[in-house]
């Protein structure tokens, strides 16, 4: 609190940091005050002063216009937020603004989605008394790019879409151009936006108050009958979507500024890429193959053709010759059910998913140091950061959202650490890049150690009260041939000194990792050293620190949390504990399968040996993305039954006996848990395409 100041002569508590406008937001309503180049998720800029309010440090003094959206409230200051004067002015500036922009914008129809013509009916203008200024002759379309359009007749230089790709990408595309009544919006050394360095993340379409930038998806110009929040499909980002809907079809997706995950942000993949759902290519209805040539059936007929050859292979081999394998694209609420339909109905353990091939080195090696499998901290911890160190990840690129804050903090300053042998993009924003040899993390993270086990940098007393056998490691890591590891990385040591000492030193340092650290053969002993490293400088267990694997899936965390893996139940119990057993008997009231079973490479063994029958897959294109795919084709095709739900005709779907038609995120309802484990809800935006059903 920092004192008190007036509105409408009632006094208000200041909170630190609030300017004018945010003080009258917080305590006498959103919409008191008209606004146009504010934005949300930027920065106050104070260009169009639509947001001018009447303040006077005294009870009686005299009064001033201030634009309140970049002007801090001062203590004992008197706010009139809506004056005769103030009103007078606010209908002048807009006037201004309009004489930049068609004249027809107040009776335009195409644009009642037009935010500009919503503050101009706000303010109570009718009619522009000021001839048309020049800045919206003259001006050629950019039809150059799939997704975004450009129509800088209607441009008002408010700069909300300059700012967005500063402030939200950082990818700096747009400027400002030219002066006084030339000034205007280029993009990159004044090209299209085909030929910039645009990523296409139509933050500036989004942030742009009339359609001088839109969506080619022409989500703008018209209103949609609905509006569905949901959770993105692509990545363990987890962004929050709007999704626009009309008869019963996606129209358009914009980012919501309310959501914590991505303030107002997407990618172009969770912005743009969504018409796949209605794609002609979508499998549509239930198939049994015969013959060699897939046939489509019903879905009674399909059930019951399942259910007998289950049956038959249960009764014949016993339930483990039965696996199956979850998709972390699918909800929690799907991975729970077909985890306990394994376990409870067929009789076994055999569930696994697509974390195999991807994190579960993380949620082991964080389960040996930690306990538990899991980021230990959240995205938004980045704003209390100091360093970064992001080792075998390239977020720009795989998780561009949770990419473009971590620019946005270096760009501020804060130190950032690569461990990659690629110059990925964040290497450009990095102090210290070491550039390893691939498959030699241990090495140049057992340096780390070592240097700062050397400058006696060591956190003594988070080491005492929070750890366990540290003499030993100590001696360990100071026994290390520092020439050794600095051949076998090729990393030069003084490199590696100065960003142990950068890590150690700074107040808050939070890890990232990616599959440059899970995909390699040490993928889980390299988590534990990152987890080591994080221990002995105590950056665990407060905002602005910890370990945070960047989990790969939209929902893989969720499906490891359901239980889709063979040696742990819902709820990560160890399935080699009899009490763990008696416990899920008692809670399925059902016998409950006693050994653990077998992982995704294990079944396809399984199979070569005879020992596996069906296989019930959902949501994965193994054939596609497991390693040695004649092995994995050789394995798959030995079955007696397998069976694929899946939204396409996979290259895995191709071998299938059965084919079932899924649903897509957009189609149905649930929740996906991200990469933070933010539980988030999945709300169906329209009805399943063709015969399909939720999974
Ligand atoms: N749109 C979309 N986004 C996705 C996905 C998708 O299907 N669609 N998939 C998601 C999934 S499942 C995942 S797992 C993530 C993956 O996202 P990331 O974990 O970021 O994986 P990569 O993008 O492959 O980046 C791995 C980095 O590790 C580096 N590297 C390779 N070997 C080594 C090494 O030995 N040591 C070190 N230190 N670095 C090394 C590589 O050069 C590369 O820069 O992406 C997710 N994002
Ligand atoms: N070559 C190659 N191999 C890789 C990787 C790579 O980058 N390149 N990455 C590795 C990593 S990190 C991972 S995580 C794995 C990922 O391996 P997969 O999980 O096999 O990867 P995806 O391609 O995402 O396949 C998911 C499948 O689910 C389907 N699907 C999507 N949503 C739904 C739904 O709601 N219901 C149903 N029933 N199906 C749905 C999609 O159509 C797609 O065929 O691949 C690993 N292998
Ligand atoms: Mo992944």
């Known amino acids: 609190?920092?004192?008190?100041?007036?509105?409408?002569?009632?006094?208000?508590?200041?909170?630190?940091?609030?300017?004018?406008?945010?003080?009258?937001?917080?305590?006498?309503?959103?919409?008191?005050?008209?606004?146009?180049?504010?934005?949300?998720?930027?920065?106050?800029?104070?260009?169009?002063?639509?947001?001018?309010?009447?303040?006077?440090?005294?009870?009686?003094?005299?009064?001033?216009?201030?634009?309140?959206?970049?002007?801090?409230?001062?203590?004992?200051?008197?706010?009139?937020?809506?004056?005769?004067?103030?009103?007078?002015?606010?209908?002048?500036?807009?006037?201004?603004?309009?004489?930049?922009?068609?004249?027809?914008?107040?009776?335009?129809?195409?644009?009642?989605?037009?935010?500009?013509?919503?503050?101009?009916?706000?303010?109570?203008?009718?009619?522009?008394?000021?001839?048309?200024?020049?800045?919206?002759?003259?001006?050629?379309?950019?039809?150059?790019?799939?997704?975004?359009?450009?129509?800088?007749?209607?441009?008002?230089?408010?700069?909300?879409?300059?700012?967005?790709?500063?402030?939200?990408?950082?990818?700096?595309?747009?400027?400002?151009?030219?002066?006084?009544?030339?000034?205007?919006?280029?993009?990159?050394?004044?090209?299209?936006?085909?030929?910039?360095?645009?990523?296409?993340?139509?933050?500036?379409?989004?942030?742009?108050?009339?359609?001088?930038?839109?969506?080619?998806?022409?989500?703008?110009?018209?209103?949609?009958?609905?509006?569905?929040?949901?959770v993105c499909t692509y990545c363990g980002v987890g962004c929050n979507l709007d999704v626009a809907v009309s008869d019963d079809t996606v129209k358009s997706i914009q980012a919501p500024f309310d959501a914590e995950v991505n303030q107002g942000h997407t990618c172009l993949k969770g912005r743009y890429a969504f018409s796949f759902y209605n794609h002609p290519d979508r499998l549509k209805e239930p198939m049994i193959k015969k013959d060699g040539k897939f046939v489509e059936v019903s879905w009674d007929e399909v059930y019951d053709f399942i259910a007998n050859k289950f049956t038959e292979i249960k009764t014949k081999f016993g339930p483990d010759y039965i696996a199956g394998i979850s998709s972390a694209r699918c909800t929690n609420e799907e991975n729970y059910l077909m985890q306990k339909f394994m376990r409870v109905v067929i009789g076994t353990n055999n569930i696994d998913s697509c974390a195999r091939v991807c994190h579960s080195p993380t949620a082991l090696g964080m389960q040996r140091t930690f306990g538990t499998g899991a980021a230990t901290n959240s995205v938004v911890d980045l704003n209390y950061t100091d360093c970064m160190m992001v080792i075998g990840a390239n977020p720009t690129a795989s998780h561009p959202v949770t990419g473009a804050k971590m620019k946005q903090v270096a760009m501020k300053g804060k130190t950032l650490i690569i461990i990659d042998p690629r110059k990925t993009e964040l290497t450009k924003y990095a102090q210290f890049h070491l550039q390893l040899r691939p498959g030699t993390n241990a090495a140049v993270l057992n340096m780390m150690l070592y240097y700062i086990i050397q400058e006696g940098l060591?956190?003594?007393?988070?080491?005492?009260?929070?750890?366990?056998?540290?003499?030993?490691?100590?001696?360990?890591?100071?026994?290390?041939?520092?020439?050794?590891?600095?051949?076998?990385?090729?990393?030069?040591?003084?490199?590696?000194?100065?960003?142990?000492?950068?890590?150690?030193?700074?107040?808050?340092?939070?890890?990232?990792?990616?599959?440059?650290?899970?995909?390699?053969?040490?993928?889980?002993?390299?988590?534990?050293?990152?987890?080591?490293?994080?221990?002995?400088?105590?950056?665990?267990?407060?905002?602005?620190?910890?370990v945070n694997p960047l989990r790969g899936q939209n929902n893989v965390q969720g499906a490891a949390d359901m239980g889709c893996q063979p040696y742990q139940g819902a709820g990560y119990y160890d399935l080699k504990d009899p009490e763990v057993i008696q416990k899920y008997e008692l809670f399925y009231k059902n016998p409950f399968p006693k050994q653990v079973g077998y992982k995704i490479p294990e079944m396809y063994d399984a199979s070569l040996n005879d020992k596996l029958k069906a296989v019930w897959i959902i949501g994965e294109d193994l054939v596609q993305t497991d390693p040695n795919t004649h092995h994995v084709r050789k394995a798959l095709e030995k079955l007696d039954l397998l069976i694929v739900q899946e939204l396409f005709m996979s290259e895995t779907a191709k071998m299938a006996h059965v084919i079932l038609p899924g649903a897509s995120f957009l189609e149905k309802s649930g929740t996906f848990t991200n990469g933070e484990r933010r539980i988030q809800r999945v709300n169906k935006a329209v009805e399943p395409v063709g015969n399909t059903k939720a999974d």
Do not use: W
Not at 54 to 78: E, F, I, N, R
């Open 458 to 546: 060591e956190d003594k007393k988070f080491i005492e009260s929070r750890t366990e056998g540290y003499d030993e490691f100590r001696k360990e890591i100071l026994n290390l041939d520092i020439a050794e590891l600095e051949k076998v990385s090729s990393v030069d040591r003084n490199l590696v000194r100065e960003a142990a000492i950068a890590y150690a030193s700074a107040g808050n340092a939070m890890s990232f990792h990616g599959l440059g650290v899970t995909e390699h053969s040490q993928g889980t002993f390299t988590v534990m050293l990152i987890a080591d490293l994080a221990m002995i400088t105590g950056n665990i267990g407060r905002r602005g620190v910890g």
């Open 1 to 230: 609190m920092s004192g008190i100041a007036y509105i409408d002569n009632q006094a208000f508590e200041i909170k630190d940091g609030e300017t004018i406008l945010s003080f009258i937001k917080r305590n006498s309503g959103e919409d008191i005050v008209p606004t146009l180049c504010d934005a949300p998720n930027l920065e106050p800029y104070g260009a169009c002063r639509v947001c001018s309010v009447d303040v006077s440090l005294k009870a009686d003094g005299p009064m001033k216009a201030q634009a309140s959206c970049h002007t801090p409230v001062t203590a004992g200051s008197y706010i009139f937020p809506s004056t005769k004067r103030i009103e007078k002015l606010r209908k002048n500036i807009i006037e201004l603004v309009l004489t930049d922009h068609p004249l027809d914008c107040l009776t335009c129809e195409v644009n009642n989605n037009c935010e500009l013509q919503e503050v101009a009916a706000k303010v109570g203008i009718r009619d522009v008394r000021y001839p048309a200024g020049k800045n919206h002759l003259d001006k050629k379309k950019d039809l150059s790019h799939p997704y975004m359009t450009s129509d800088f007749s209607k441009c008002i230089n408010c700069a909300r879409c300059v700012r967005a790709c500063d402030e939200v990408q950082g990818q700096f595309v747009l400027s400002m151009a030219g002066r006084g009544f030339d000034s205007h919006i280029i993009k990159g050394m004044n090209t299209t936006f085909d030929e910039s360095a645009c990523v296409s993340c139509g933050a500036c379409a989004q942030a742009c108050p009339t359609s001088a930038i839109s969506d080619v998806f022409e989500s703008k110009s018209i209103v949609p009958q609905k509006k569905v929040r949901t």
